[in-house]
């Protein structure tokens, strides 16, 4: 229970801590530890609503913060927008790919850092594509569709590379700090 608790709050802490980074300005585009979020509470919270809560919180906190400083006249994106429960839902979504890690080990850690940033871009780009939500409207052609996909890049290389660092650093530093208890434990 003691173990649990700590984990919880581990994630409050990285959930605040991550929301503001979000809105840092002039990150790189899809630069965000969002996703590594969805993986690591998917990954290490049995509760499945509480893993499902973490990275909703922490998208909604940074979009609170959007919005104030949208408000403020400090930022020129608002936090809220059309559509935007498209994004929650998706970023939501990839906490399933940290419930699939059966054994957290680097391999499946950097597999699910890969395949959700890849399943986030492709169905977050083919609904947009499709008109789903406010976004920009794109010709309903195969083209279409190519051109879409074309605009995402930038953000999914971001996200790739933002993922699998984050994921590193929230995988990595729970396994260690997991192994100092363990040798504390037994000195």
């Known amino acids: 229970m003691k173990s649990n608790k700590k984990l919880i709050w581990s994630l409050v802490v990285m959930v605040i801590v991550a929301a503001v980074y979000r809105v840092i300005p002039d990150r790189p585009l899809g630069f965000a530890p969002q996703l590594a979020i969805a993986l690591f509470s998917?990954?290490?919270?049995?509760?499945?609503?509480?893993?499902?809560?973490?990275?909703?919180?922490?998208?909604?906190?940074?979009?609170?913060?959007?919005?104030?400083?949208?408000?403020?006249?400090?930022?020129?994106?608002?936090?809220?927008?059309?559509?935007?429960?498209?994004?929650?839902?998706?970023?939501?979504?990839?906490?399933?790919?940290?419930?699939?890690?059966?054994?957290?080990?680097?391999?499946?850690?950097?597999?699910?850092?890969?395949?959700g940033p890849t399943f986030f871009f492709l169905l977050s780009n083919f609904l947009t594509w499709a008109g789903v939500g406010d976004y920009v409207e794109y010709p309903k052609t195969w083209e279409g569709l190519m051109a879409c996909y074309a605009a995402g890049i930038p953000f999914y290389k971001g996200s790739l590379m933002a993922t699998v660092a984050f994921s590193g650093l929230f995988f990595g530093t729970w396994y260690l700090l997991g192994k100092r208890e363990t040798k504390t434990a037994v000195a």
């Open 42 to 115: 998917g990954a290490m919270i049995k509760d499945r609503k509480l893993a499902f809560l973490f990275p909703v919180l922490s998208m909604l906190i940074s979009d609170l913060l959007y919005q104030g400083l949208y408000a403020a006249g400090m930022s020129p994106y608002g936090g809220f927008y059309g559509g935007m429960w498209i994004n929650y839902l998706l970023f939501t979504s990839v906490t399933v790919f940290g419930m699939m890690i059966k054994k957290v080990n680097l391999k499946n850690v950097l597999a699910a850092s890969l395949a």
